[in-house]
């Protein structure tokens, strides 16, 4: 495959993810309502609509158990977060070169990744948003850290 083929299908498959895993999301919350037996809403009798009887959880099999769509509704927003992040990253190295232009406000702070002395004051978990109007890629915690060691670095020299 050539990479515009490549980028192509990227295009496509980020057009069908938001509406596929907001779907996915809402299926998933209402699956944990009903499986746990604590739908949203309870009637007036003081029982709930919509419980789900242990023969009814087995039913539904060890797909549809707590601890599965737990593990399910975490791996899909971690997983959109860790690939946001990479498509975030790609961004910032073709920006680097003026191929994108690109909007620094929607993008996520590095960190610090890259850059000297990041393993003294970065945060390689940071996800606060990065400044706008700056070449940096970082937040304004982080470039309040990297000032400061700059400046300790610069008063020890």
Same mark, same amino acid.
């Given at each position: 495959?050539?990479?515009?083929?490549?980028?192509?299908r990227l295009a496509a498959t980020a057009t069908a993810l938001r509406p596929a895993t907001l779907t996915a999301l809402r299926r998933i919350a209402e699956l944990e309502r009903d499986v /746990? @037996?604590?739908?949203?809403?309870?009637d007036n009798t003081g029982g709930s609509r919509g419980s789900t009887s242990p023969v009814e959880r087995v039913v539904l099999g060890p797909g549809h158990s707590p601890l599965?769509?737990?593990?399910?509704r975490q791996a899909l927003?971690?997983?959109?977060?860790?690939?946001l992040?990479?498509?975030?990253?790609?961004l910032r190295l073709a920006a680097r070169y003026g191929a994108v232009p690109i909007s620094s406000s929607a993008l996520r702070c590095t960190g610090? /990744? @890259?850059t000297p002395g990041a393993l003294e004051w970065?945060?390689?978990g940071c996800t606060n948003i990065a400044e706008a109007g700056r070449s940096t890629g970082l937040c304004?915690?982080?470039?309040n850290r990297r000032d400061r060691w700059k400046r300790t670095r610069a008063e020890v020299a």
């Open positions: 495959m050539t990479l515009r083929t490549d980028l192509d /746990d @037996g604590f739908p949203p809403r309870s599965a769509l737990t593990r399910d927003t971690v997983g959109i977060e860790h690939h992040a990479g498509l975030e990253h790609l610090g /990744d @890259g970065g945060d390689p304004v915690a982080c470039r």
